[in-house]
Structure formats: C-alpha cells, structure tokens
C-alpha cells in the first residue's frame, strides 16, 4: 500500500515535471501567436490611423519648380502632393517634404507663360519673315504658386512653381486647411488675380 | 598751322583725360579704399515697403541671390535670415534689400516688338556689420529687356548685387 501509494505519489510527482514542458510549449505557442497578433495589429492601427496621412489628398502632376527647391535643381518637373501634414515635392530620384508647420505664406497668382521656351525658342529665331514673332504670340495661361517656409535650423526659404490654370488653388486650400499661414486668403487671391 | 596742331593735340589730351577719370572704377562705399573683409554674411528677405512687389519676384530675387552670393566664394558661411548658426558668427555682416521700384513686364511685348515690354526691379541693397554700421548702401537695378521671362529680373539683379560683393569684399 505503501509502495502503491509511494508510486502513485512519485507518478503524481513526475507527471507535472513531465507536463511541464508541454505547458511551456503551449505557453510559448501563445506568446508567438499573441507577438505575431501584436505585431501585425500594430502596423495596421498606424495604418487605419495613417491611412489619411499616407494617401496623399491632393496630387498635381506635371508642376514645373522655378527655384527653391533646395536638393531639386531649378527648373525641373515635379510632382506636388499634401501627404499627412507636409507638402512633398518629388522627382523621380528625390523627395524634398516641407511640413505645415513651417510654412510661413503661400500665395498663388496667374501669370502667363510662351509655349516654346528653352532651346526650342532660339531655335524658333531661325524663322525667315519674323516667324519667331508671330510664334511668341501663342501662350496660355498658369498658375504660380509661391512658398515661404523655414528649415529645421529656423533658415528662411522660398519656393516658387508653375501649374496648369486652376491648379494652385487646391493646393493652397488644402495647406491652409491644416493650418499653414496664409497672408492673403484663397478667395480674395483669386479675386485680385482676375 | 601749328596752333591747329596744338589746339588738336589739346583736346584730344582732354579727351582721353576725361575718358580715363570715367573710366575709373567709382569710390567703394567704405571711403578708405581697402577691401572689407568677413567670414559670414546673413541675407535677409526683401521688405517691399510700399512698392506692390508680388510675393514670386521677392522670393526669386531672395532665392538667386543666396545662390550668387555663394557663388563669389567670399564668405565660408552665407546664412539665410532666422538660421540659428548666424548668432555665433563674430564677424557676421547683413545685407538687407527695400523695394524701390517695380516694373512688371510682358514677355509676349519684348519678344514680339523687341522694344517695348521690358521688366525692370530696383532695390536698395545695404549692407552693415555686426556693429550695424553701413558698408555698402546702393539701389541695385535688375532688367529684362529682350529675352525670357520676367523672373529674370531677379536673376539680373542678384548677378549684379554678387558683383558689388566680389567687389567690395
């Protein structure tokens, strides 16, 4: 009885030493499941959060940058985007990101601009009978769109785009919406630009 | 026949003193002749005072000259206006711009006409030391009178305005 007992007991005994691993087991399998649920519901509340600061709201493809865009040489083409709380001016090597905060005016006015330029214009010159004269008459109507804005070290900065006609206004609603400064309001610039 | 001589010979002598005395590079603001000597400068934006300069032309006129400034190679540091790093320059010097005049032009104008049309800015450019006291104090032109846009003005203005630094420093 004694010895029944004593093997009954010592089973008893050995069982949870037996068991134990199994437990870790389980319990590790939950902590990997539980680190994988963590992990990957991180990302996706960041997401589901920055689905609206990642998705850019307004896009202008095609935006000619006159100066100031700092890494960007003068003149190229870019793509302007408000993407979460800063604008981003990109080509297709480098993106430059001018936060809201740090905007210090924008303007937007009209401004019109000859379709043949560069190159291509002292090209036009070769035209016997003032041809290139009469080519200068054909232009069309833009959009400037003017920045000022700081750097991280407080330096003053500005930068100056060309849009399509129409295309500015969008852009400057969509700063000033998120609180960038803005001297002179939307509706008045178009007014005066008129 | 020799007094014509002479009278010829005179007034040729006058002329070529007087073209040499207009030829002469002006005076240098300073007074003294030597050249100013500084590791930094500070550029600050451009007050428009009561001229109606639109905000593009300021920017422009900022953004070039920071550019050309650099481009003399005078100064190590070419600090842009609010940057921290100028408060611990020693021998930091200013250079500060007021809107004079502003002609805005038409591009279409000068390229079909070639006379009329033409784009002209006038700034007054002074520059101080860090005691605040004048070094330079002139009104600057820029113009575009044949070809390209009107923000070239700004261009023109900033190559003349690094021309006066190279000069003066």
Same mark, same amino acid.
């Given at each position: 009885?004694?010895?029944?007992?004593?093997?009954?007991?010592?089973?008893?005994?050995?069982?949870?030493?037996?068991?134990?691993?199994?437990?870790?087991?389980?319990?590790?399998?939950?902590?990997?499941?539980?680190?994988?649920?963590?992990?990957?519901?991180?990302?996706?509340?960041?997401?589901?959060?920055?689905?609206?600061?990642?998705?850019?709201?307004?896009?202008?493809?095609?935006?000619?940058?006159?100066?100031?865009?700092?890494?960007?040489?003068?003149?190229?083409?870019?793509?302007?985007?408000?993407?979460?709380?800063?604008?981003?001016?990109?080509?297709?090597?480098?993106?430059?990101?001018?936060?809201?905060?740090?905007?210090?005016?924008?303007?937007?006015?009209?401004?019109?601009?000859?379709?043949?330029?560069?190159?291509?214009?002292?090209?036009?010159?070769?035209?016997?009978?003032?041809?290139?004269?009469?080519?200068?008459?054909?232009?069309?109507?833009?959009?400037?769109?003017?920045?000022?804005?700081?750097?991280?070290?407080?330096?003053?900065?500005?930068?100056?785009?060309?849009?399509?006609?129409?295309?500015?206004?969008?852009?400057?609603?969509?700063?000033?919406?998120?609180?960038?400064?803005?001297?002179?309001?939307?509706?008045?610039?178009?007014?005066?630009?008129? | 026949?020799?007094?014509?001589?002479?009278?010829?010979?005179?007034?040729?002598?006058?002329?070529?003193?007087?073209?040499?005395?207009?030829?002469?590079?002006?005076?240098?603001?300073?007074?003294?002749?030597?050249?100013?000597?500084? @590791? =930094?400068?500070? !550029?600050?934006? %451009?007050?428009?005072? #009561?001229?109606?300069?639109?905000?593009?032309?300021?920017?422009? +006129?900022?953004?070039?000259?920071?550019?050309?400034?650099?481009?003399?190679?005078?100064?190590?540091?070419?600090?842009?206006?609010?940057?921290?790093?100028?408060?611990?320059?020693?021998?930091?010097?200013?250079?500060?711009?007021?809107?004079?005049?502003?002609?805005?032009?038409?591009?279409?104008?000068?390229?079909?006409?070639?006379?009329?049309? @033409? =784009?002209?800015? !006038?700034?007054? %450019?002074?520059?101080? #030391?860090?005691?605040?006291?004048?070094?330079?104090?002139?009104? +600057?032109?820029?113009?575009?009178?044949?070809?390209?846009?009107?923000?070239?003005?700004?261009?023109?203005?900033?190559?003349?305005?690094?021309?006066?630094?190279?000069?003066?420093?």
């Amino acid at each position: 009885m004694d010895m029944q007992s004593e093997v009954s007991n010592a089973s008893i005994a050995i069982s949870p030493l037996r068991a134990s691993p199994r437990i870790w087991v389980r319990g590790l399998f939950f902590l990997a499941i539980g680190a994988v649920l963590m992990l990957s519901s991180a990302p996706a509340r960041s997401q589901a959060s920055g689905t609206p600061s990642s998705a850019p709201s307004v896009v202008q493809a095609d935006v000619k940058l006159v100066i100031g865009g700092n890494t960007i040489k003068n003149n190229s083409k870019v793509t302007l985007s408000v993407v979460g709380s800063s604008l981003h001016i990109a080509t297709n090597k480098t993106t430059v990101e001018v936060t809201v905060p740090s905007i210090l005016d924008i303007f937007t006015n009209e401004d019109s601009r000859q379709d043949i330029t560069g190159a291509a214009h002292f090209a036009t010159m070769a035209i016997p009978y003032g041809g290139s004269r009469v080519l200068s008459l054909f232009s069309h109507n833009v959009d400037v769109l003017t920045l000022e804005f700081t750097d991280a070290n407080g330096g003053y900065h500005g930068a100056i785009f060309v849009l399509g006609q129409g295309q500015a206004a969008p852009i400057k609603k969509q700063l000033v919406a998120m609180g960038a400064k803005a001297s002179v309001p939307l509706e008045v610039a178009t007014q005066t630009s008129k | 026949m020799k007094q014509h001589t002479r009278a010829a010979v005179s007034v040729v002598a006058s002329i070529l003193i007087a073209g040499s005395l207009l030829a002469q590079p002006r005076p240098v603001d300073t007074g003294t002749g030597q050249k100013l000597s500084s @590791s =930094s400068i500070q !550029i600050q934006p %451009v007050d428009p005072g #009561d001229v109606p300069l639109p905000a593009e032309f300021s920017v422009a +006129v900022y953004e070039n000259l920071i550019t050309q400034i650099g481009k003399t190679g005078k100064f190590q540091h070419v600090y842009r206006s609010g940057d921290k790093d100028a408060a611990n320059a020693p021998d930091l010097v200013t250079l500060r711009m007021t809107a004079q005049s502003f002609k805005k032009g038409s591009q279409k104008k000068r390229e079909v006409t070639t006379v009329a049309g @033409s =784009s002209s800015i !006038i700034l007054k %450019v002074h520059i101080t #030391d860090h005691t605040g006291q004048t070094l330079v104090d002139r009104d +600057v032109q820029g113009k575009v009178r044949f070809f390209g846009g009107n923000l070239n003005v700004t261009y023109d203005f900033s190559k003349k305005v690094a021309a006066i630094v190279r000069d003066q420093f």
